[in-house]
Nanobody
Framework: VQLVVESGGGVVQAGGSLRLSCAAS????????MGWYRQAPGKQRELVAT???????NYADSVKGRFTISRDNAKNMVYLQMNSLKPEDTAVYYC?????????WGQGTQVTVSS
């Protein structure tokens, strides 16, 4: 049973937009920070954006002004709106969920931006 599931990836042309969604298990009693990370081929996984339960956000410099993270605490959902996409945004995007017990990861969703 997957406890964290991402969706919304795909192929888009440069300049386009995508919206990623992440559903965390409703069995999670208390979720603190939720976030998005990405890993491009041959590179290390890197932080894209995080959001706390109170709504405080943090973004990688490379996506500031283009990506927006949001969450729905009632539904245990986190979203990533990605605008003005660039070829260098191509990666597998992973959702991470921090609970009081441990951090959980999804299996990732592929985002490919063509030039």
């Amino acid at each position: 049973v997957q406890l964290v599931v991402e969706s919304g990836g795909g192929v888009v042309q440069a300049g386009g937009s995508l919206r990623l969604s992440c559903a965390a298990s409703r069995s999670f009693f208390s979720i603190d920070t939720m976030g998005w990370y990405r890993q491009a081929p041959g590179k290390q996984r890197e932080l894209v954006a995080t959001i706390t339960s109170g709504g405080s956000t943090n973004y990688a410099d490379s996506v500031k002004g283009r990506f927006t993270i949001s969450r729905d605490n009632a539904k245990n959902m986190v979203y990533l709106q990605m605008n003005s996409l660039k070829p260098e945004d191509t990666a597998v995007y992973y959702c991470a969920v921090d609970t009081t017990i441990r951090q959980y990861w999804g299996q990732g969703t592929q985002v490919t931006v063509s030039s």
